[in-house]
Structure formats: structure tokens, C-alpha cells
């Protein structure tokens, strides 16, 4: 697959909109990782925690929202309903949001940070 300037300025557009949705929601530990030319499934993933089951279901609601009304995205979203980690794919850009806990368990920026990047 090959990216041309329009889908990297989309990618980079929608990263944007997600950075800042997750910060105005409060979402803690905010990390994005860069993931062109090391994976298929997306430009970008996002990792970032939210305090309560609560909050993480929120967070994941809003940003769908605002992607919706931004670019017309209906995000898939996974995880939800039980608030510990949810997943929206939203195509180019994939985001994890989990309860501290939970996070701490699976580390997922262990396994997609470059090799040697401090976590």
C-alpha cells in the first residue's frame, strides 16, 4: 500500500483531533506512537488512561463523536460496555483507552515502542 501527501495529511489530521479530544477529556498518560512503515493496520496508535471505568467509557464516547462530526468516521469501537479498556479503530489512527490497572498489565507501548525508546 502506497500513502500519498492527501492520506498522510488525513492521518495526521485525524491524530490530531484525537490528541486533543483525549486532552480535553482529562485522559492521563497520554502516549502516541508513530506506526507508518512498521505496520499495516495504521499510521498511528494512541494509548492513554482515563481514573474510572466510568471515564474510559466517556472518553471513548466523546472522541467517537468528535470524529463523526470532524470527518465522518463511524468508528469501530470495542470494549466499551465493561470500561476497563476500549478500543476505537478509527481506520488510520487506533486508540487504547484503559483503566490504569489494566494498562499497566498488558503494556502495549512496550510492544510498539521502537527499540530502546524509554516508556
Same mark, same amino acid.
Given at each position: 500500500?502506497?500513502?500519498?501527501?492527501?492520506?498522510?495529511?488525513?492521518?495526521?489530521?485525524? !491524530?490530531? $483531533?484525537? %490528541?486533543?479530544?483525549?486532552?480535553?477529556? &482529562?485522559?492521563?498518560?497520554?502516549?502516541?506512537?508513530? !506506526?507508518?512503515?512498521?505496520?499495516?493496520?495504521?499510521?498511528?496508535?494512541?494509548?492513554?488512561?482515563?481514573?474510572?471505568? #466510568?471515564?474510559?467509557?466517556?472518553?471513548?464516547?466523546?472522541?467517537?463523536? #468528535? %470524529? &463523526?462530526?470532524? @470527518?465522518?468516521?463511524?468508528?469501530?469501537?470495542?470494549? &466499551?460496555?465493561?470500561?476497563?479498556?476500549? $478500543?476505537?479503530?478509527?481506520?488510520?489512527?487506533?486508540?487504547?483507552? @484503559?483503566?490504569?490497572?489494566?494498562?499497566? @498489565?498488558?503494556? $502495549?507501548? &512496550?510492544?510498539?515502542?521502537?527499540?530502546?525508546?524509554?516508556?
Amino acid at each position: 500500500m502506497t500513502m500519498n501527501v492527501t492520506d498522510a495529511e488525513t492521518s495526521d489530521q485525524v !491524530l490530531a $483531533l484525537v %490528541l486533543s479530544s483525549l486532552d480535553d477529556d &482529562k485522559a492521563e498518560d497520554i502516549v502516541s506512537i508513530d !506506526l507508518r512503515g512498521r505496520s499495516s493496520i495504521a499510521d498511528h496508535m494512541v494509548i492513554c488512561s482515563g481514573r474510572s471505568s #466510568r471515564q474510559v467509557g466517556a472518553i471513548a464516547e466523546k472522541l467517537t463523536e #468528535r %470524529l &463523526k462530526e470532524a @470527518f465522518g468516521r463511524t468508528c469501530k469501537i470495542e470494549g &466499551k460496555d465493561q470500561g476497563d479498556w476500549v $478500543l476505537i479503530d478509527a481506520t488510520d489512527v487506533i486508540v487504547h483507552v @484503559f483503566r490504569p490497572e489494566v494498562r499497566e @498489565f498488558y503494556q $502495549l507501548e &512496550k510492544m510498539w515502542m521502537p527499540t530502546g525508546a524509554k516508556v
